[in-house]
C-alpha cells in the first residue's frame, strides 16, 4: 500500500497548488491513500465545511488537523459527521469529533504538548487506542502535530514497530531526516506546508516582521505569488503494517 501525506494546506493559494498538483502526484506515484493537513486551509486559520470539501473534491480521502481545528464554529456538526476529518485523539473526553478513522488503513491524529497547550498525554492517548481496538487493520498512520522537534522524534521512536508510520505537521517546514525507524515504522519530523513560497510559514512576510518588531498581535493574512506542495509518500507492507519505503515529495506551481 502507497499512503501520500500531504503538509498544512495554507489558506487559497494552498487549496489552488493541491487541486493543480494532486492529479500529477497520482499519476506518478499512484497512492492508495490520501491523507491532508487541513489545519490551516481556511484563509491560513482553522478549517470551514466548504474549504474542507474543497480539498476532499480535489482527492483527498482524510483529513487531519490541529489546535486550529476549532477556530470556526460552523465546523463543529461536520466533526461528528460522516466527513472524514479528524481532530486530535487526546483531546480531553466529551470534544465534539474523533481522532482516528478506518479507510484502506488506519489514520490517527494527534497533538503534541511541548510548547503547545495542556493537552491530554499524547503517549498514552495512543497506547489506550492501540490496546483497545484489538481488530484493528495492520497498516497506521499517524499525523503528529506538534511543535517540538525532540517530542516528535520521542513518537516516532516510542510507536516503531507498532504504527507503520509516524509524521509531523504543524510547523510548516520541511524536515529531512526522512527514514524508517529500526523496527519498521517510517518517520519524518515535518512533511512541511502546501501554500505560498515567498512568506513566513505560509503567512505575508511584511505582516509577520511587524508583529516581530512591535509586538502587537494581530490577525496575519496569508501569503501570495508562487506555491508549493510539500508531501510524503510511504509504501507499506500489508499484511505485517512495515513501512518499506519513504520519499518525499515536493513540487511548485507558478
Not at 29 to 36: A, E, F, G, R, Y
Request: aromatic share 4%; hydrophobic share 40%; with cysteine.
Amino acid at each position: 500500500m502507497k499512503i501520500l501525506a500531504i503538509g498544512d494546506v495554507i489558506g487559497k493559494p494552498g487549496r489552488q497548488a493541491l487541486g493543480t498538483l494532486l492529479p500529477e502526484i497520482k499519476a506518478s506515484h499512484h497512492p492508495d491513500l490520501i491523507i491532508v493537513n487541513a489545519e490551516n486551509v481556511a484563509g491560513g486559520l482553522g478549517t470551514t465545511p466548504g474549504t474542507a470539501q474543497e480539498l476532499l473534491d480535489s482527492g483527498a480521502d482524510v483529513l487531519t488537523s490541529g489546535n486550529h481545528i476549532w477556530a470556526h464554529k460552523e465546523m463543529l456538526p461536520y466533526l461528528e459527521s460522516d466527513m472524514p476529518i479528524l481532530r486530535p485523539l487526546n483531546y480531553p473526553p466529551g470534544v465534539p469529533g474523533r481522532g482516528y478513522i478506518v479507510n484502506r488503513a488506519m489514520v490517527v491524529n494527534l497533538i503534541g504538548r511541548t510548547f503547545m497547550s495542556n493537552y491530554d498525554c499524547p503517549f498514552r492517548a495512543m497506547d489506550d487506542l492501540l490496546d483497545s481496538l484489538k481488530n484493528r487493520p495492520p497498516v497506521i498512520i499517524v499525523d503528529f502535530h506538534a511543535e517540538a522537534t525532540s517530542e516528535k522524534m520521542a513518537m516516532g521512536r516510542y510507536l516503531d514497530g507498532r504504527v507503520s508510520a509516524v509524521l509531523g505537521t504543524h510547523t510548516h517546514v520541511g524536515t529531512i531526516d526522512a527514514q524508517i525507524l529500526p523496527a519498521g515504522t517510517a518517520y519524518v519530523t515535518d512533511i512541511g506546508m502546501t501554500g505560498p513560497v515567498d512568506s513566513i510559514i505560509g503567512d505575508d512576510s511584511a505582516a509577520v516582521l511587524d508583529r516581530f518588531l512591535t509586538m502587537i498581535p494581530y490577525r496575519l493574512s496569508v501569503g501570495k505569488g508562487k506555491t508549493v506542495l510539500n508531501a510524503i509518500i510511504v509504501t507499506v507492507d500489508d499484511d505485517s503494517g512495515k513501512a518499506t519505503g519513504i520519499e518525499r515529495i515536493s513540487r511548485e506551481v507558478d
